[in-house]
């Protein structure tokens, strides 16, 4: 039996485990991307490691997120990813030079290679043939500094594209199709990798819309075929010697198909909230449209902005819609503004949004109470887009524009203007907005503004922990609990003592000044502590205030990890009823704990009450070693 793509680049990079799906396995990290939100977390991480220079063949570090400077809090952190990613070696992209996954598949992309991205987008790079997974910053750090990155061995599902799409249905109309049919849970543990005679009719843009959007679909990531489509590409980049030819053997096997027609495709659209509550534009009727936004990471290529721009040439913008367009990178921008496509936006009456996130994660454009937005983006959950009240529907750039111009959802398939653009043989190429590391990286200074602090770290596992009893939360407690992220507290993510001041003060806003005034102590949590996203904040901000131990009914997965990776211990009852006997303030304290959590078994004594907990704690070797270590940088050092 043959294999597939995504096993052969597995293969290649194949350091520890056996590729049989659900087993763990450890793979090498060619290449990493960062970008600003969650960068400098994995920047201070990296330092914290004390690691010199990147081992990766290419590491990029990008702004585009948090672009709005109202004030000294997100330049401090540019100008510290900018010095340290000097320093160390790591590639730095502007600000203004474009949308990371944009930019990363015009300019660094490679076939073959893995990349580990501290966004949950990285997927984008499969476009290009790549194995792009997103992942925590530490992780990411991780990567950098050498270290073999941990997955379980995905499933993988053979999309398989027969025909070719009619004009007005894209690749946008393909990934919504793919999210009606498996669902935002559906790629859960699997590679969605795509095949067919289809495939070849598609552009690597094309391709990478579809791949940014496999994150929605909760898959590890999705991969194309490297082919004459992808050579094109990487000739029109000036990097075809990067080119090699990749795809599945004729006899792989897959662990589940899906078979998609591209010639029976029709426009779609992701209703609010969710990507998958996708329906035919055509079977919607009369929905007042009051903001038209374009761009984002799925959906700012020079293909995509060039059809818009046809779309609106010579048109206006309809009175009631506020139309933004952000080009995905300056790259993108640079041949809008050469061949005049810009000026036809402009024009038309479309407010035109420097290259980078923007909208996308609610830094400005915010819409009208109970608007209608429409979004060429990937995600529309409530509130995402700055106004709980507003509806977000997601399609294509297409749809997008057509629907701008009448002010109702509009299936673009009845516009009459011929929007046909062919791929360039050239880019426009000019990388000055990319600075490249240092030589010699030892005598550059790293600024560090105010805003930046300090990362925490935690020390050797101790045989006696104590401490009080600080906060007792119900079942279900998230990691926006744990530690909220709003736009207020966006911008201190490299903070970590101000967002300590928030710290699950939704559940009790004494938290925090009780944790500060008791130098620490513990948490006692109910079912599925920290599920929700995989925030490392919420473990990182704990262990900054002294937190030992949480003891909980249950853990959610990800925050279970967080927090090994933090080297606080997490405990689980064995005894259910245990968790009603602990009050606020008891006492706790373990002995002998380094052997019990070798062994499993932890008693916990509650000198208040005068009860003793068992206690389980459930580690792979690799956590325990972790765990004893104080978290996972002391066991990387
Ligand atoms: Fe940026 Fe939105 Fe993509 S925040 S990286 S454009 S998902």
Redesign the pocket.
């Known amino acids: 039996m043959g294999l597939n793509l995504t096993q052969k680049i597995i293969k290649d990079h194949l350091l520890e485990g056996e590729m049989i799906p659900g087993s763990e396995i450890g793979i090498k990290i060619d290449q990493t991307l960062t970008?600003d939100?969650t960068g400098t977390m994995a920047y201070l991480q990296l330092e914290a490691m004390e690691i010199d220079k990147v081992k990766t063949k290419r590491s990029v570090a990008y702004i585009?997120?948090n672009m709005l400077q109202q004030g000294f809090e997100n330049a401090d952190d540019h100008k510290y990813i900018q010095t340290v990613a000097y320093k160390h070696g790591v590639y730095f992209s502007r600000p203004g030079n474009g949308?990371?996954?944009q930019v990363h598949l015009e300019r660094f992309g490679v076939p073959g290679e893995t990349l580990l991205g501290s966004?949950?987008?990285t997927p984008?790079g499969g476009g290009i043939g790549m194995l792009a997974i997103g992942a925590g910053g530490l992780d990411v750090a991780v990567a950098m500094g050498g270290g073999t990155y941990y997955i379980t061995m995905p499933k993988v599902v053979n999309v398989k594209l027969t025909g070719k799409l009619k004009p007005f249905v894209t690749a946008k109309d393909i990934i919504l199709e793919v999210l009606r049919v498996m669902t935002v849970k559906g790629g859960v543990g699997k590679v969605i990798e795509y095949t067919g005679e289809g495939v070849s009719t598609l552009s690597v843009p094309e391709r990478a819309t579809i791949t940014?959007m496999g994150?929605e679909l909760g898959a590890t990531t999705s991969v194309f075929q490297s082919d004459d489509v992808t050579l094109s590409f990487l000739k029109a980049q000036d990097r075809e010697e990067l080119w090699k030819e990749l795809k599945a053997d004729e006899d792989a096997a897959y662990d589940e198909t899906i078979n998609i027609n591209l010639d029976e495709l029709e426009p779609l659209v992701a209703m609010p909230h969710s990507p998958d509550n996708v329906e035919k534009i055509s079977n919607i009727k009369d929905l007042k449209v009051n903001q038209v936004c374009i761009?984002?990471?799925?959906n700012?290529s020079y293909l995509d902005m060039m059809k818009v721009s046809k779309i609106l040439k010579g048109k206006t913008v309809h009175p009631d819609v506020s139309l933004v367009i952000a080009p995905g990178s300056k790259q993108v921008l640079n041949m809008l503004a050469a061949n005049g496509a810009l000026a036809d936006m402009i024009a038309a009456g479309a407010r035109i949004l420097e290259s980078?996130?923007?909208p996308?994660?609610g830094?400005g454009q915010a819409p009208a109470t109970d608007a209608v937005t429409l979004r060429t983006?990937?995600?529309n959950f409530k509130g995402r887009c700055g106004t709980v009240s507003a509806g977000a529907y997601l399609l294509s750039p297409e749809a997008a524009a057509v629907s701008a111009l009448s002010g109702k959802l509009t299936d673009p398939t009845t516009c009459t203007t011929d929007i046909n653009v062919a791929m360039p043989d050239k880019f426009y190429i000019n990388d000055n907005m990319v600075v490249p590391p240092a030589e010699d990286g030892s005598k550059v200074e790293v600024v560090k503004g105010p805003n930046i602090k300090p990362f925490p770290l935690n020390e050797e596992l101790k045989d006696e922990v104590e401490g009080k009893v600080l906060i007792i939360v119900e079942d279900n407690i998230t990691t926006d609990h744990i530690m909220p992220s709003n736009a207020k507290l966006l911008p201190f993510r490299s903070n970590i003592p101000h967002l300590a001041n928030y710290c699950l003060t939704p559940c009790d806003e004494e938290f925090p000044k009780r944790a500060k005034a008791n130098g620490g102590g513990m948490i006692i949590g109910g079912d599925n502590y920290g599920q929700g996203s995989s925030r490392e904040h919420a473990a990182l901000v704990p262990l900054y205030l002294g937190i030992k131990a949480v003891l909980a009914k249950s853990f959610a997965r990800i925050h279970k990890a967080n927090l090994i990776n933090s080297g606080i211990l997490p405990l689980t009852f064995i005894n259910m009823a245990d968790y009603d006997t602990i009050s606020l303030d008891d006492d706790l304290s373990m002995d002998n704990v380094i052997e019990s959590v070798k062994a499993g078994k932890v008693i916990v004594h509650n000198k208040t009450k005068k009860l003793d907990y068992e206690m389980n704690i459930e580690l792979s070797d690799k956590e325990l070693k972790m765990i004893i270590a104080g978290g996972k940088i002391n066991f990387i050092k």
């Open positions: 970008q939100s585009d997120h949308i990371c996954h966004d949950s987008h984008t940014n994150a761009g984002s990471c799925t700012s980078g996130c923007g996308c994660i830094m983006f990937n995600r």
